[in-house]
């Protein structure tokens, strides 16, 4: 997953952002409404952490654009609010879930993963495919029934293959989607990590490369091509 923290408070946004990568998640952070508006319009997320009340552009307004311009993330709104109204009017901008705070990290990425679990093409919980099974919510991985331990980055870019299902996915929006905003596009980070992440996983490989376009998971692809 990719997810833009909406938070003017820099410590607590720094801290959830140092907690989702510690789930493989990848997250920027913005500080007001303008800069939030700015990273969307560039960015593809899977999920917006919003906190309602900052400067700049109101987070209700925020999360008016996202609905407006059909963006396909989900809205977690984050307010130190708890009146029932408040959360109702959240609900009714647009919001798909809704935290209090203060919270605990562990229930942010719950929800995280719940939403992440349900975007408009209804991937499932669990995602299987080529062989693999991976469960985004326990971070484990199997292959053909085998446990395999991956690092973070390594299984970010493995559940971004697997929700392709066997579509080719390119470098550009593999750096993209599990990556943050900070990485270098001219980096060679992706074909590492798909390098270390194929020896991970064992033969044969099932992380093919699909010349000048990207990389698909397929267990029939040809075997030589798919070493490249």
């Given at each position: ?8 408070e820099?410590?607590l946004?720094?801290a959830i952002?140092?907690?989702?990568r510690?789930e493989?998640i990848?997250a920027d952070?913005?500080?007001?409404g303008?800069t ?10 899977d999920?917006v952490i919003?906190?309602r009340?900052i ?9 008016r ?6 963006l ?14 408040e959360k ?8 798909d879930d809704?935290?209090?705070?203060p919270f605990e ?5 719950v929800?995280?993963?719940?939403l992440?679990r ?7 919980p669990?995602?299987e495919?080529?062989?693999?099974r ?13 446990y395999?331990?991956?690092t973070?980055?390594?299984f970010?870019?493995l559940?971004?293959l697997?929700t ?6 390119s470098a550009?929006t593999l750096?993209?989607?599990a990556?943050d ?6 980096t060679?980070a992706?074909r590492i990590?798909i ?8 033969d044969?490989?099932v992380i093919?490369?699909v010349?000048?376009v990207g990389y698909?998971?397929d267990?029939a692809?040809?075997?030589a091509?798919s070493?490249?």
């Amino acid at each position: 997953m990719r997810v833009l923290i909406v938070e003017d408070e820099l410590y607590l946004a720094e801290a959830i952002r140092d907690g989702l990568r510690l789930e493989a998640i990848a997250a920027d952070i913005a500080g007001d409404g303008d800069t939030a508006l700015e990273s969307l319009a560039v960015n593809e997320y899977d999920a917006v952490i919003l906190d309602r009340d900052i400067p700049g552009t109101h987070g209700d307004d925020v999360a008016r654009w996202i609905i407006a311009a059909g963006l396909p993330c989900r809205i977690l709104m984050l307010t130190a609010a708890d009146l029932l109204d408040e959360k109702v009017r959240g609900f009714e901008i647009g919001a798909d879930d809704y935290v209090t705070k203060p919270f605990e990290l562990r229930e942010l990425v719950v929800r995280l993963r719940a939403l992440g679990r349900r975007p408009a093409e209804g991937a499932p919980p669990v995602l299987e495919h080529a062989g693999l099974r991976l469960d985004p919510f326990r971070r484990e991985v199997y292959r053909e029934g085998r446990y395999v331990a991956l690092t973070r980055k390594q299984f970010a870019v493995l559940e971004v293959l697997l929700t392709a299902r066997g579509g080719v996915v390119s470098a550009e929006t593999l750096l993209e989607r599990a990556w943050d905003e900070n990485a270098d596009p001219f980096t060679n980070a992706v074909r590492i990590t798909i390098s270390s992440l194929r020896k991970r996983l064992g033969d044969p490989w099932v992380i093919h490369t699909v010349a000048g376009v990207g990389y698909r998971l397929d267990v029939a692809a040809d075997a030589a091509a798919s070493r490249a």
